[in-house]
């Protein structure tokens, strides 16, 4: 079955700057691709998603890219900012059903 | 906004009782799952329910049993708590690929 590897499971960094974090997945059926955030003492919340025809998507801060050949899902948050501060997880699926596969995590911490 | 609504948002409990923790979802989704978080953060998925039918069933002991009443409510049983279970558990919902989360019932087995 699928398996996706992130990394780095902890992230420090200052205010302002970027933060990027990486996923490895293994199926190259893979079709579905996406991003969560779990703040504090909270369930997840989707941030972005794209399909796998899509290699590239920008939305407020936000840039995910996708590497099908060396099968590679980035996260980078440009301008980070101490409400960035929290577990940041990758998803992915085949699109048959809604069954993700979840990486493992990314402890993402902004300091002032 | 939380359409996702787990209780309770805590449970202390010892060994061998038995817990139950409630899940409803207002987003007429027919999917609902059980999602196991550990103290590391690892996400391990437990039950999903479409439509009250069982499809996925991650080998999990046999003490878990999910309840569902209708497709807005999934609830999750455990019959005998073991330290091991300790952990948040997670609801959510879907209708496509995106998951819909509840909040959590962080669980705590003296």
């Known amino acids: 079955g699928e398996q996706v590897e992130q990394r780095p499971p902890h992230l420090s960094v200052r205010e302002g700057d970027s933060a990027i974090i990486i996923c490895t997945y293994t199926?190259?059926?893979?079709?579905?691709f996406s991003w969560y955030k779990q703040e504090a003492g909270a369930g997840l919340q989707l941030l972005m998603s794209v399909l796998s025809n899509v290699d590239r998507k920008e939305e407020q801060g936000l840039t995910v890219l996708l590497n099908k050949k060396d099968k590679r899902l980035s996260l980078n948050l440009t301008a980070a900012h101490p409400g960035d501060s929290a577990v940041y997880f990758c998803a992915v699926s085949n699109n048959a059903g809604a069954k993700l596969t979840f990486g493992g995590g990314t402890r993402l911490t902004v300091r002032p | 906004e939380t359409a996702v609504f787990q209780t309770p948002n805590y449970h202390v409990t010892q060994v061998g009782n038995e817990v139950s923790f409630n899940c409803k979802q207002t987003?007429?989704?027919?999917?609902m799952y059980w999602y196991k978080q550990d103290s590391k953060k690892l996400l391990k998925i437990m039950f999903s329910?479409?439509?009250?039918?069982?499809?996925v069933n991650e080998t999990v002991p046999r003490r878990f049993s999910p309840q569902s009443s209708d497709k807005a409510h999934l609830n999750l049983r455990i019959k005998s708590v073991e330290p091991e279970d300790s952990a948040v558990y997670l609801c959510?919902?879907?209708?496509?690929?995106?998951?819909?989360f509840g909040h959590g019932t962080k669980l705590s087995v003296l």
């Open positions: 329910y479409n439509n009250k039918q069982l499809i």
């Open positions: 987003l007429g989704h027919d999917t």
């Open positions: 959510a919902s879907s209708s496509t690929e995106r998951l819909f």
């Open positions: 199926d190259s059926a893979t079709a579905y």
